[in-house]
C-alpha cells in the first residue's frame, strides 16, 4: 500500500464498489454485479441509522468487525461509474469478476425485478422497452446476431439493462496494463468469494470472520425457479458479445493462479 492523506476528498465516489482505508492509505473497490450485493451495506459510517438497523445486511457487522480489528481500516460504497484512471495515483484497489454469461443472467433478472425485495430502482425508460421484447435472459441471448427487427431489439436490449451493458473490462478503460503498472491488492472471484474473502482478510492481517450472506435476500442474488438456462445457443451468441469480458476474465484468474503459486508480481 501506499500512503496518502486521509481525506475525504480523496474518495471517489463508487456505488456498488467499496473503498478500504488502512493506516490513512486509501483502497478502492469495484463489484458489478460481481458479488457486490453479498457486501453491500459496508461502510463504516453505518450506512443503516437506528431505524434501519433490521435491514443492514450481513457484511455491515463483518465490517464493524473489521474496522474494530484495523483501526484505521474503513470499507466504504461508492459509485460504479468511477474507473481505475480515475483513481488517485498511489491508492490501491480490488475488484472482483465473475464469468461473463452469469453475470449476464443475474444483471438481466436483477434488472427485471427492478432490484427488488431489498432495493426498489425503476426500470428506465429503455429498460421498459427490452423487458418488454424479452421475458427471459435466454431469450435476448437466443436473439442476438438474428436478422430483423428481433435481432435489431436484441443489440439494443443488453446496452440497456443495468449490468448487461457494461463489461468488466470497461473499469480499466486507458489502463489496459494495469497488472503490471498498477496491480491490485486483491482480485475476488465471485465462483470463490468466501474463500477470496478470507484470503483478504488474512492480507490484511486481520483475524476477523469473513462469512458472506446466505440469505438471498441480503446477498441480492436471484432465484432461479422456472427461469430457463441459458441454451447453447445463448451461451455462443454470449461468448461472441462479451468476447473481450470473457479474455479478461481469463487473464485475472490466470493472474490469481499464478500468485497462488507464489509466481505473481510482488507488491
Same mark, same amino acid.
Given at each position: ?63 464493524? !468487525? ?7 481500516? !474503513? %470499507? ?8 481505475? $484512471? ?15 454469461? /452469469? ?14 425485495? +431489498?432495493? $426498489? ?11 418488454? /421484447?424479452?421475458? $427471459? ?16 431489439? /436484441? ?31 486483491? %482480485?475476488? !472471484?465471485?465462483? +470463490? ?39 447453447? !445457443? /445463448? ?23 499464478a500468485l497462488e503459486r507464489g509466481q505473481g508480481r510482488s507488491r
Amino acid at each position: 500500500c501506499t500512503s496518502g492523506p486521509n481525506r475525504q476528498s480523496d474518495a471517489i465516489r463508487h456505488p456498488g464498489s467499496r473503498r478500504l482505508r488502512l493506516a490513512n492509505r486509501p483502497c478502492h473497490a469495484s463489484f458489478g454485479a460481481c458479488g457486490g450485493g453479498a457486501c453491500d451495506g459496508a461502510r463504516t459510517d453505518d450506512p443503516f441509522p437506528a431505524h434501519r438497523q433490521e435491514r443492514r445486511p450481513a457484511i455491515g457487522a463483518l465490517a464493524q !468487525r473489521i474496522s474494530a480489528a484495523g483501526q484505521d481500516l !474503513r %470499507i466504504h460504497k461508492h459509485h460504479h461509474r468511477v474507473k481505475l $484512471h480515475d483513481l488517485p495515483a498511489g491508492q490501491d484497489y480490488i475488484f472482483a469478476i465473475r464469468s461473463p454469461e /452469469a453475470r449476464f443472467r443475474s444483471g438481466f433478472y436483477s434488472r427485471k425485478r427492478e432490484g427488488r425485495p +431489498r432495493i $426498489h430502482v425503476p426500470w428506465s425508460v429503455d429498460e421498459a422497452a427490452a423487458f418488454a /421484447a424479452f421475458e $427471459h435472459a435466454n431469450d435476448l441471448a437466443e436473439a442476438l446476431f438474428e436478422e430483423g427487427e428481433r435481432g435489431h431489439r /436484441a443489440i439494443m436490449a443488453p446496452t440497456s439493462i443495468g449490468h448487461c451493458a457494461v463489461p468488466q473490462i470497461a473499469w480499466f478503460e486507458r489502463c489496459g496494463f494495469f497488472l503490471e503498472t498498477r496491480p491490485p491488492l486483491a %482480485i475476488l !472471484r465471485q465462483s +470463490r468469494l468466501d474463500d477470496d474473502c478470507r484470503a483478504l482478510v488474512a492480507l490484511l492481517g486481520l483475524d476477523v470472520e469473513a462469512t458472506l450472506p446466505r440469505d438471498p435476500l441480503w446477498a441480492h442474488s436471484n432465484r432461479y425457479e422456472g427461469v430457463p438456462e441459458l441454451s447453447p !445457443r /445463448a451461451l455462443a451468441n454470449l461468448r461472441n458479445w462479451y468476447s473481450h469480458d470473457y479474455a479478461f476474465v481469463r487473464m485475472c484468474e490466470d493472474h490469481v493462479a499464478a500468485l497462488e503459486r507464489g509466481q505473481g508480481r510482488s507488491r
